[in-house]
């Protein structure tokens, strides 16, 4: 039953570096998503990919980019990191895009410090 | 634009008693409303939905969710509360007639709840 894994689950990272965050599903699903979280902000969507070979922007995706490698995998980048960036960040599926009705479901998260 | 709003950073409810954690919606279209619940450290459980059908929808935990249209709200309920219910609380909507907003779901802000014994 692993659903949408995560890695890492915590990162702490300087000013400047770069990393990847990264997510695998095993639910078959089209569709893939990143989010991060703030205190107070609520969830706040970064990157979408409504299906494999397409990917597009969310609310706040300045800073960041992505790669969905396949259908089962969705990658968040981080170029050049800044203290802004402090969040955690949620990885999610789901089977069909939203618009259908479709459950979103989420990984168990990834904790990030840029210092 | 399609929003969603919990009027509540907290709410707090004894052992045993009824509780309700409030939600309300903006979409142009017709709503497709979701609860979602975190806790400590933890990512996002799906609770449940209301997609279309019956206004009252049951979910995990027994926890349910009234829709009402006319006061655009989509409260989540539970008639006795459990010290384990303690979590976040996440109240989420997509406009089932817009196609551009990125095929994804607005959150609030959420609510937590303390259930105290």
């Known amino acids: 039953n692993a659903g949408v894994t995560q890695t890492p689950k915590f990162q702490v990272l300087k000013t400047g570096q770069s990393m990847t965050l990264q997510c695998a599903q095993d639910?078959?699903?089209?569709?893939m998503y990143w989010y991060r979280q703030d205190p107070g902000m609520g969830l706040r969507l970064i990157y979408y990919?409504?299906?494999?070979?397409?990917?597009d922007k969310g609310e706040v995706p300045n800073g960041y980019n992505v790669s969905r490698l396949n259908k089962r995998e969705f990658s968040l980048r981080l170029e050049s990191a800044a203290p802004s960036q402090t969040s955690v960040y949620f990885c999610?599926?789901?089977?069909?895009?939203?618009?259908?009705?479709?459950?979103?479901?989420f990984g168990e998260g990834s904790w990030l410090t840029v210092v | 634009a399609q929003s969603v709003a919990q009027p509540e950073d907290q709410v707090n409810v004894a052992e045993g008693n009824p509780l309700t954690v409030k939600c309300t919606y903006s979409?142009?279209?017709?709503?497709?409303l979701f609860w979602y619940v975190q806790y400590p450290n933890r990512g996002l459980q799906f609770l449940l939905k209301?997609?279309?059908?019956?206004?009252l929808v049951k979910g995990s935990y027994g926890f349910e969710a009234e829709f009402n249209k006319s006061q655009t709200s989509f409260h989540l309920k539970k008639p006795s509360a459990l010290v384990s219910d303690s979590a976040l609380y996440f109240c989420?909507?997509?406009?089932?007639?817009?196609?551009?907003?990125?095929?994804?779901?607005?959150f609030g802000k959420g609510t937590s709840l303390l259930v105290t014994p």
């Open positions: 989420a909507v997509r406009d089932a007639a817009n196609s551009n907003s990125g095929y994804a779901l607005n």
């Open positions: 639910m078959n699903h089209n569709s």
């Open positions: 999610a599926s789901s089977a069909l895009p939203v618009d259908s009705g479709n459950t979103i479901y």
């Open positions: 990919s409504a299906s494999e070979g397409t990917t």
């Open positions: 209301y997609i279309t059908g019956d206004n």
């Open positions: 979409v142009s279209g017709n709503p497709y």
